[in-house]
């Protein structure tokens, strides 16, 4: 049946958690922190708090998330992978010299930069909910790569996207109804396309 842990679990550094039965492990209410995750069966409850990965986390079953964060704070860098088709976070905090997604990764709530960038691809995205929301993204730390964000309604939401070396924000605005938009930056020089034989004058703004 359903394990449940109580009370803080501080496994630290050294500490990888992996789960390979089929049943249930909930982590209860307390703060819980490990180095490597792995999901290899059955269903893993994420903490009602903070859980702290500083290594790899890898989901090849059911990752289900409460109303907790899942704080990435390596000291090297992380990634997030396995065999499910992707994983779904409430709040994801990144503190670490960065994450890349081996995986489609879904955030419904606070996606918060604190150290470090996501690195995502074609292959890979990183999608927000609608009830997303970003948290102090600088030009440090940022998604590299593309992304998603879905919408329910008219609203305004900047997308803190850049590419390895600069990060380029872009501000969508006047979206209505329902939605979900890909952005990425991408960074080229337009004169091959654009030679400066051809410029019409006068230039108002570039």
């Known amino acids: 049946g359903p394990v449940s842990i109580t009370g803080t679990f501080n496994g630290g550094s050294n500490f990888d958690l992996t789960k390979t039965s089929t049943g249930v492990l909930n982590l209860g209410t307390g703060a819980v922190t490990v180095q490597d995750l792995s999901i290899s069966a059955g269903t893993l409850t994420s903490t009602s708090t903070t859980f702290s990965v500083a290594g790899n ?10 109303s907790g964060v899942v704080n990435f704070n390596g000291g090297a860098a992380q990634t997030i992978g396995g065999t499910a088709p992707s994983t779904t976070f409430g709040a994801l905090t990144l503190n670490s010299a ?36 970003v948290v102090t993204p600088t030009a440090t ?3 590299n790569g593309p992304m998603n964000k879905s919408f329910l309604a008219a609203s305004t939401f900047e997308f803190p996207i850049g590419n390895a070396t600069a990060y380029r924000p872009i501000e969508l605005s006047g979206v209505s ?18 030679p400066g034989s051809t410029y019409q004058s006068p230039i108002i703004e570039i």
Not at 112 to 129: A, D, E, R
Not at 177 to 194: C, D, E, I, K, R
């Open 57 to 66: 986390f890898t989901n090849n079953a059911t990752f289900t998330h409460t």
């Open 141 to 143: 730390k940022y998604v």
């Open 177 to 194: 109804g329902t939605a979900t938009v890909l952005a990425q930056y991408f960074q080229s020089n337009p004169h091959s396309a654009y």
């Open 98 to 133: 960065g994450v890349t997604l081996a995986q489609d990764v879904t955030v419904n709530g606070a996606l918060s930069f604190t150290n470090g960038k996501i690195n995502t691809s074609t292959t890979f995205i990183l999608s927000l909910g609608t009830a997303a929301t």
